[in-house]
């Protein structure tokens, strides 16, 4: 059964760097039918997709972050991570990590998610 | 970016009651739109995906229609393990986009 964990810190400082890793157990991130992705809730919103990513290293972001993002794999460790540079208070919010089906493009399973704040 | 309204933003409902909920897409999508169930601290969980498909190992009592721009997700026979925050998601075109979400409340 595929399973997904976020991990990274849980308290950022504003201008910083917030940096999170996905890590895949029970199959692999190397698998030519799925994209691996990143979505984020803030506190009392919505849930807003980041960006997305192929084993090869193919990457599409959301437009609106695509400016302060950048989303990396690392196949040997069966890991993907997210970078999001000069974080505000905007910035805090629930990040989950899920693996996205390139037939339809659904988000399947996904982590439990993880708070980062930002805050000095 | 293709904005997607779900209503209502809350419901309450008792166990062994059918609910409905909907969601409009700003554009057609076709079947692109999926459903998650999301319970508090826990990982969101794909319901329904393309419309109307079920995802395996979901209870059939949760069932999706709808093409284009109007959806409903309808939940037949409540029981107390249904209670939780469902979304729709376009995966038509990027940027992905989710609607705010329907609390089904007790």
């Known amino acids: 059964q595929l399973q997904l964990q976020e991990s990274g810190p849980g308290l950022v400082k504003p201008s910083e760097t917030l940096s999170l890793t996905c890590t895949v157990s029970g199959g692999s991130i190397s698998s030519d039918n799925f994209y691996w992705g990143w979505i984020r809730q803030p506190p009392g919103k919505g849930l807003e997709w980041i960006g997305s990513i192929y084993y090869s290293g193919s990457t599409y972001y959301n437009p609106s972050l695509k400016s302060r993002i950048t989303i990396s794999v690392d196949t040997s460790k069966n890991q993907f991570s997210l970078k999001v540079n000069s974080v505000t208070a905007a910035d805090t919010a629930v990040y989950y990590c899920a693996r996205l089906y390139s037939s339809g493009w659904s988000f399947d399973p996904w982590g439990q998610g993880t708070l980062v704040t930002v805050s000095s | 970016d293709i904005q997607m309204t779900q209503s209502p933003s809350s419901l309450s409902a008792s166990v062994g009651d059918r609910v409905t909920i909907t969601c409009r897409a700003s554009q057609d999508i076709s079947n692109y739109l999926n459903w998650y169930q999301h319970k508090p601290g826990k990982a969101p969980k794909r319901l329904i995906y393309?419309?109307?498909s079920l995802q395996s190992g979901v209870p059939s009592r949760f069932s999706g229609s709808g093409s284009g721009t109007d959806f409903t997700l309808t939940i037949n026979s409540l029981q107390p393990e249904d209670f939780a925050t469902y979304y729709c998601?376009?995966?038509?075109?990027?940027?992905?986009?989710f609607g705010l979400g329907t609390k089904l409340e007790i």
């Open positions: 998601q376009q995966s038509y075109r990027t940027p992905y986009t």
């Open positions: 393309a419309a109307s």
